[in-house]
């Protein structure tokens, strides 16, 4: 974050904003992961991880027919990166969904979301009512602090 603006990615394929992320294999580290994920997904650099802001633990419909509930844990952390970004290495299927880093206020990134939820947009993705709850509490509690 840089005073109310917030680094994420915007998803054309769900018209949503969300933070940057993946998943990772339970032996492995979730720092190291968490920066190889901002570097490829953002471009960030230098990046630094100050402190574990929460996480987020659900039960969600699997998108594999063969599981009835995906069971994940989402973690935050607050960062500090470099002043400029470089190019973004996407996925293939990241690119192919249109995801690009955006800087914008945490607060438009809030209210763009829960439009779309309103709305209950024909593409809208599973991950929107959990991105946008992390968004209100970063907005809560870090943007007004």
């Not at 005073?3 to 998803?11: A, E, K, S, W």
């Not at 599981?67 to 299927?93: G, I, K, N, Q, Y």
């Not at 206020?105 to 991105?131: C, D, F, K, Y």
Request: aromatic share 8%; hydrophobic share 40%; with cysteine.
């Amino acid at each position: 974050m840089r005073g109310d603006q917030i680094l994420l990615l915007f998803t054309e394929r769900y018209n949503d904003f969300s933070l940057p992320g993946g998943g990772i294999d339970e032996d492995k580290d979730i720092i190291v992961a968490l920066k190889r994920e901002l570097e490829e997904e953002t471009g960030a650099q230098d990046v630094q991880v100050n402190e574990h802001y929460g996480f987020i633990e659900e039960y969600r419909p699997y998108w594999k027919p063969q599981f009835d509930l995906m069971h994940m844990t989402s973690h935050f952390f607050l960062c500090d990166v470099a002043p400029e970004l470089a190019d973004a290495r996407m996925e293939s299927h990241e690119v192919a969904n249109g995801m690009k880093p955006v800087w914008m206020p945490v607060s438009e990134a809030v209210n763009h979301n829960r439009q779309v939820m309103a709305r209950q947009e024909e593409t809208m993705g599973q991950s929107i009512q959990r991105e946008t709850f992390t968004l209100e509490k970063i907005a809560d509690e870090l943007v007004s602090a």
